[in-house]
């Protein structure tokens, strides 16, 4: 089955750092990803849509200055946080749809990224 | 935009016994409908789906039924294992990959 690689899976930062998070589709190409939020015990919020090549679509209340999504190729996506603070703390889980099942809206989960802000 | 909601949103029961989780959704336009496991602090699992094309899907213990017209769908887990117990998640998109997420479900199955 299609494999989305997520790293790192938990990281811990000061207040002010910027952080990255990587997602690579491992065995297929992507040209779209996704990037989630996760709040304990809540739902997956979508942030934003990541296009190989393009500029990310980000859903309405997410700040794409705060949230920078870069999709260079058809199997890696990055999102960084830049200058983290304690309320960007959260569960930050990205997937991937594979080249020709876009239509098909199938989408394979990465493994996800704990992040705590301090 | 799709609005998906689901309930209940904690379902206990007892080993053996089925368990149903039901969301509707608000966008006609949605056409591929999802349902995800999620343990504690892992990735969602795509455990079944089902198109708008068709009304029912059965895979082993799992089935999900959709309603088009009353715009819900609802998923049915019989002889219910304690391996059973996660979150489950229902979903809903359309051909532009949009995908809403119902707030989730917490089952327990109880040996």
């Known amino acids: 089955g299609a494999v989305v690689s997520q790293h790192p899976s938990w990281v811990i930062c000061k207040s002010g750092t910027s952080v990255k998070i990587e997602c690579r589709s491992l065995d297929f190409q992507a040209t779209t990803m996704f990037w989630y939020r996760q709040f304990p015990k809540q739902s997956l919020m979508l942030m934003a849509t990541s296009n190989e090549g393009s500029k990310a679509t980000y859903e309405q209340g997410v700040e794409k200055d705060k949230f920078l999504i870069n999709h260079a190729s058809l199997t890696l996506s990055t999102l960084t946080v830049t200058s983290a603070h304690p309320e960007d703390s959260s569960f930050y889980i990205c997937s991937a749809s594979l080249v020709g099942q876009l239509a098909k809206n199938i989408q394979y989960f990465g493994a996800g990224t704990r992040l705590s802000v301090l | 935009g799709e609005n998906v909601e689901q309930h209940p949103s904690t379902l206990s029961v007892q080993e053996g016994d089925s368990a149903v989780i039901k969301c509707t959704y608000s966008d006609s336009a949605s056409n591929y409908f999802p349902w995800y496991k999620q343990e504690l602090g892992k990735r969602p699992q795509l455990i079944i789906d089902i198109r708008s094309n068709v009304g029912e899907k059965k895979d082993q213990r799992i089935a999900v039924t959709l309603n088009k017209t009353a715009k819900h769908f609802s998923l049915h887990i019989t002889e219910t294992q304690p391996e059973d117990s996660a979150v489950y998640f229902c979903?809903?998109?359309?051909?532009?990959?949009?995908?809403?997420f119902g707030a989730g479900t917490r089952l327990t199955v109880k040996p």
């Open positions: 979903a809903a998109s359309d051909n532009n990959n949009d995908m809403r």
